[in-house]
C-alpha cells in the first residue's frame, strides 16, 4: 500500500473519535466502543497484526485504565470527604478572601496550583484535584474542566518530576546511532547532558507561550461563561495575568537550566503560587471595577452543571442528617487545607528520587510480562498511585474533620456511582490507543529477535507521522509540535508520545539541516499541549466534575487553545 494511502487508513480511527465527539456529540461511552472496534479491524485487516498480539495491548490498555479509574475514585472521594466535613465552603470562603475574583482564583487554583501538582505527579493529577476544587468553590463544572484541560499544557513536560524528559524523550532516543553519533560530534559525552540541553530548549519554549497561558484562560472564562459573553471582560485582567505567568515562567526557566528537568513545575508552580497569592493580597496588578462572577446558578445552562455541585457543605452534619444552626461547625482556614496540603507533600515526598519511599512504595506491583506470550507488558503499582494518597488523606480528613459514619459511608458510595459512569469510556479509550500504538511492534515471539514490522508497515501513529514529514519538508519545525500533540491525543500522556516520535523527530531535524535538540523540543511541547485535547484525560475530568457524556463539548472548547499553543511553538522553533 503506498504510503500516503496507508497514512490516509491509519488516521481513520482518530477520525472517528472526532466526528462522534466533536461532530455528532457522541458521549465518550458510545463513541470509544466504537473507535475501539474501528482501529482492532484495522490492526487485523490492513496491519495484520496477530489476534494475541491486538488481545495483548488490549489487556495493557485495561491494567492502565483501572489505575486512571482508581485515580479518579480517590479525587472524588476525597472531595466528598471535605464537602461532608464543611472544609470546602471554608476553602471558598478562603479564596474569596484573598480575591472574590473568579478570574484572579482560575489562575491562582488552575494555572499556579495546577503547576505544582503536575511538577510533584502527572499523570492527571492536577485535574483530579483543582477540577473538583474548582466546582467545589462554586465554578460551572464545564467552566472547571475546561479550566483543568487548558492549563495541561506549558507544566506537563516536566510533570511527575521529569518524566516525559527523563523517561519519554530518554527511551525514545536509546541507543540509537545517529543520536550517539550526533551526540559525540557535538561533545556531548553523556546521555543525561543531551536531555538537560533538551530539556532547556523545551523550558524556553514552553515559557514564551506559557506567558499567555493565564491569559486566555481567563479570557475563555469571561467569553464562553460570563454573563456577558465577553474576551474584553478577561482581558482586563491582562497585568495580574502576565505577572502570575512569569512567576510560573521564570523559576521554571532557570531550574530547567541550572538543576536539569525534573524540578521546573514543581518549583514554577509552588513560587508562583507563593508570590501571586502576596500580590493580589496587596491589590497590586488588579483591574479596577467590580469582581468578576459566573452569574447566578440559576442562569447557567444545563449543561454547565455536573453531578458534582458546589453547594451542599453545610447540609450534611458531622450526626449525618440535616444540620441545625449550631451542631454544625466548619472547620477554620488552616484545618480545611491541610488535606491538600497532605497530598501535595505526600506527592513530592513519594516521587523526590533521593528518598527510599517511592521505591518502598513501588515494590509493591501487579506486573504481567510478556501478555499471552507478546513483546508487551502492563503492570500496576497500587501503592504508588496518587489514587492511594487521595483515599489515605480521606481517611485521615474523616475523624479529624469530624465527619459523621453516615456521611462518611455515603461519600464512599456517591464517589462508587462516578466511578461506575466513567468506566465505560474508559475501558474502551485506553485499549484502543494501545492498539493504535503496537500496530507495528515486532510480532509475537520476536521480541528477543527485534523483527521487522508486522505486515511489512510501520505502525499507525509512525505511518501518519512519515507522511506528515514527507510533505513538510524545510518546513518540518511548524509540523513537530502537531506531531507531538497527535502522540498525546492518541496516546493520552506526553511521555509516551515521547517515546514513539523522539528518534523519527531526531532524524527529521538532521535529514532538513536543523539542530536535532530543537525539534525534539518541540516534539516535547507538543506532546504537552496535546493532554488539552487527550480524549482519556477529558473523560477522567468529566468524570471528576460529573459531565460524563459532554466530553465533545469540552474539546471543542479545548481544541482551539492547543492548535494556537502547537503553531506558536512551530513558529518559535522556525525561528530557532
Keep these: 500500500m503506498p504510503p500516503s494511502l496507508l497514512a490516509?487508513?491509519?488516521?481513520?480511527?482518530?477520525?472517528?473519535?472526532?466526528?462522534?465527539?466533536?461532530?455528532?456529540?457522541?458521549?465518550?461511552?458510545?463513541?470509544?466502543?466504537?473507535?475501539?472496534?474501528?482501529?482492532?479491524?484495522?490492526?487485523?485487516?490492513?496491519?495484520?497484526?496477530?489476534?494475541?498480539?491486538?488481545?495483548?495491548?488490549?489487556?495493557?490498555?485495561?491494567?492502565?485504565?483501572?489505575?486512571?479509574?482508581?485515580?479518579?475514585?480517590?479525587?472524588?472521594?476525597?472531595?466528598?470527604?471535605?464537602?461532608?466535613?464543611?472544609?470546602?465552603?471554608?476553602?471558598?470562603?478562603?479564596?474569596?478572601?484573598?480575591?472574590?475574583?473568579?478570574r484572579v482564583q482560575v489562575i491562582l487554583v488552575a494555572w499556579l496550583f495546577g503547576s505544582f501538582l503536575e511538577g510533584s505527579s502527572g499523570f492527571g493529577t492536577p485535574a483530579a484535584v483543582c477540577v473538583p476544587l474548582l466546582v467545589g468553590l462554586g465554578f460551572p463544572a464545564m467552566a472547571a474542566v475546561t479550566a483543568g484541560m487548558i492549563i495541561?499544557?506549558?507544566?506537563?513536560?516536566?510533570g511527575a518530576l521529569g518524566t516525559p524528559i527523563l523517561v519519554g524523550v530518554g527511551s525514545g532516543l536509546g541507543e540509537i546511532p545517529e543520536v550517539v553519533a550526533w551526540s559525540t560530534a557535538a561533545g556531548i559525552d553523556e546521555p543525561r547532558e543531551l536531555l538537560r540541553q533538551i530539556g532547556v530548549r523545551v523550558a524556553v519554549l514552553h515559557a514564551a507561550i506559557g506567558t499567555f497561558v493565564p491569559l486566555v484562560l481567563c479570557m475563555v472564562m469571561t467569553r464562553v461563561f460570563g454573563p456577558e459573553r465577553s474576551w474584553r471582560v478577561g482581558l482586563r485582567m491582562w497585568p495580574l495575568a502576565i505577572f502570575a505567568a512569569l512567576a510560573m515562567t521564570v523559576p521554571y526557566v532557570l531550574t530547567a537550566w541550572l538543576l536539569g528537568p525534573e524540578f521546573p513545575s514543581l518549583f514554577g508552580g509552588a513560587i508562583g503560587l507563593g508570590t501571586v497569592v502576596w500580590v493580589v493580597r496587596r491589590g497590586w496588578f488588579l483591574p479596577t471595577g467590580p469582581a468578576w462572577d459566573f452569574g447566578p446558578a440559576a442562569d447557567w445552562p444545563a449543561s454547565w452543571s455536573g453531578r458534582l455541585s458546589a453547594g451542599g457543605p453545610e447540609r450534611e452534619s458531622r450526626s449525618g442528617s440535616e444540620p441545625t444552626s449550631g451542631n454544625f461547625v466548619r472547620p477554620g482556614v488552616v484545618a480545611a487545607w491541610v488535606p491538600y496540603l497532605v497530598v501535595a507533600l505526600l506527592l513530592v515526598l513519594t516521587r523526590l528520587p533521593g528518598l527510599p519511599i517511592g521505591g518502598w512504595l513501588r515494590m509493591v506491583e501487579v506486573r504481567?510480562?510478556?501478555?499471552?506470550?507478546?513483546?508487551?507488558?502492563?503492570?500496576?503499582?497500587?501503592?504508588?498511585?496518587?489514587?492511594?494518597?487521595?483515599?489515605?488523606?480521606?481517611?485521615?480528613?474523616?475523624?479529624?474533620?469530624?465527619?459523621?459514619?453516615?456521611?462518611y459511608w455515603r461519600a464512599w458510595r456517591r464517589s462508587g456511582g462516578t466511578l461506575a459512569a466513567a468506566s465505560v469510556a474508559l475501558l474502551f479509550a485506553v485499549p484502543m490507543v494501545q492498539v493504535f500504538v503496537h500496530s507495528g511492534t515486532a510480532p509475537v515471539g520476536a521480541a528477543e529477535g527485534g523483527a521487522a514490522d508486522i505486515g511489512g508497515y510501520p505502525s499507525m501513529p509512525e505511518s501518519l507521522a512519515a507522511a506528515a514529514a514527507d510533505g513538510a519538508g524545510g518546513a518540518w519545525p511548524l509540523m513537530a509540535p502537531l506531531i507531538g500533540g497527535f502522540g498525546a491525543f492518541v496516546a493520552g500522556s506526553n511521555t509516551i508520545s515521547n517515546m514513539l516520535f523522539s528518534a523519527f523527530q531526531f532524524q527529521a531535524g538532521l535529514a532538513i539541516g536543523a539542530d536535532p535538540r530543537w525539534i525534539v523540543a518541540l516534539q516535547a511541547v507538543g506532546g504537552a499541549a496535546g493532554n488539552m485535547i487527550c480524549v482519556h484525560n477529558v473523560v477522567a475530568a468529566c468524570a471528576v466534575a460529573g459531565l460524563l457524556g459532554r466530553e465533545g463539548l469540552i474539546l471543542r472548547l479545548t481544541i482551539l487553545p492547543f492548535l494556537g499553543y502547537a503553531l506558536l511553538a512551530g513558529l518559535l522553533g522556525l525561528l530557532a
Excluded: C, K, N
Design 8 to 102: 490516509v487508513v491509519a488516521a481513520l480511527p482518530v477520525l472517528v473519535v472526532g466526528v462522534l465527539l466533536l461532530g455528532w456529540r457522541w458521549p465518550a461511552s458510545r463513541a470509544m466502543p466504537v473507535a475501539y472496534v474501528t482501529v482492532v479491524a484495522l490492526a487485523l485487516g490492513v496491519w495484520s497484526v496477530p489476534v494475541r498480539q491486538v488481545l495483548a495491548a488490549s489487556i495493557s490498555g485495561l491494567v492502565t485504565a483501572v489505575g486512571l479509574l482508581y485515580i479518579i475514585f480517590g479525587a472524588i472521594l476525597l472531595l466528598r470527604t471535605l464537602e461532608a466535613g464543611g472544609a470546602l465552603e471554608t476553602m471558598r470562603r478562603s479564596f474569596t478572601q484573598i480575591s472574590p475574583d473568579r
Design 368 to 407: 504481567w510480562d510478556g501478555i499471552l506470550g507478546t513483546s508487551i507488558s502492563a503492570s500496576l503499582q497500587p501503592l504508588y498511585l496518587p489514587g492511594t494518597i487521595f483515599i489515605l488523606t480521606s481517611l485521615i480528613a474523616w475523624p479529624t474533620h469530624r465527619v459523621a459514619g453516615t456521611a
Design 152 to 158: 495541561q499544557s506549558t507544566p506537563v513536560s516536566f
